[in-house]
Nanobody
Framework: QVQLVESGGGLVQPGGSLRLSCAAS????????IGWFRQAPGKEREKISC????????NYADSVKGRFTISRDKGKNTVYLQMNSLKPEDTAVYYC????????????????WGQGTQVTVSS
């Protein structure tokens, strides 16, 4: 079955860290650019990070730059999002998705999405 499965979300205090995983099954992630998105209640889905197929290029939204890091583990067919120095405004459902268009902000250009994982930053 072709799918992406996110995990690693949870409740964390401000200043804490989480590592999200996006595991692919039924296909090889190397064939695709990857985007991480998040969606807070009442807000549009926001692109926050991208990883190119070659894993040589990455990109971050200004809101997470310097705090979040995207990486790939080819052997595990998994993409990670390391999130440090978390803030309450990072609270959202986080999604990973595949695309042929590197770092596109157009969600219509992402062909496969995971189910999402909830991240809540609160004291």
């Amino acid at each position: 079955q072709v799918q992406l499965v996110e995990s690693g979300g949870g409740l964390v205090q401000p200043g804490g860290s989480l590592r999200l995983s996006c595991a692919a099954s039924g296909f090889t992630l190397d064939a695709y650019h990857i985007g991480w998105f998040r969606q807070a209640p009442g807000k549009e889905r926001e692109k926050i990070s991208c990883s190119s197929r070659s894993d040589q290029n990455t990109n971050y939204a200004d809101s997470v730059k310097g705090r979040f890091t995207i990486s790939r583990d080819k052997g595990k067919n998994t993409v990670y999002l390391q999130m440090n120095s978390l803030k309450p405004e990072d609270t959202a459902v986080y999604y990973c998705a595949t695309t042929y268009y590197y770092c596109s902000s157009d969600v219509q250009r992402y062909t496969l999405w995971g189910q999402g994982t909830q991240v809540t930053v609160s004291s």
